[in-house]
């Protein structure tokens, strides 16, 4: 099962660095969701792309988990040549992610 069957994402990006939120649809996903999607499957989802730590944030009580991708950006926005490796792109990339059957609720 591919990620963006049971949630969606939000992206941001500053400097060199993207912020990614992955947001369940229904919070009896979630579990799945945090225990599949973690900082080091993320830094392997984008091995190409992301040169940096990744960091994961954990926000229960939205059913959400936020990471932040650092050295993301090849160099910033506005220095990097890459017209697809901003934020918006990063997020719809991570929902490629597979994490998976489905599990029971």
Same mark, same amino acid.
């Given at each position: 099962m591919l990620l963006r069957e049971i949630a #969606?994402? !939000? @992206?941001?990006?500053?400097g060199n660095r993207s912020t990614l939120s992955v947001i369940a649809y229904d919070m009896k996903?979630?579990?799945?969701? /945090? !225990?599949?999607? @973690?900082?080091e499957r993320v830094k392997a #989802?984008?091995?190409?792309m992301v040169h940096g730590? %990744? /960091? !994961?944030?954990?926000?229960? #009580? =939205? *059913?959400a988990l936020n990471f932040v991708l650092h050295d993301a950006l090849g160099g *910033? %926005? @506005? !220095?990097? =040549?890459? =017209?697809d490796a901003h934020g918006k792109c990063l997020s719809s990339a991570v929902l490629s992610m597979d994490i998976g059957p489905r599990e029971a609720a």
């Open positions: #969606h994402s !939000r @992206t941001g990006d500053k996903d979630f579990a799945q969701i /945090e !225990r599949c999607v @973690t900082a #989802h984008y091995q190409d730590p %990744v /960091e !994961r944030y954990v926000v229960a #009580h =939205l *059913g *910033g %926005v @506005t !220095r990097s =040549l890459a =017209l």
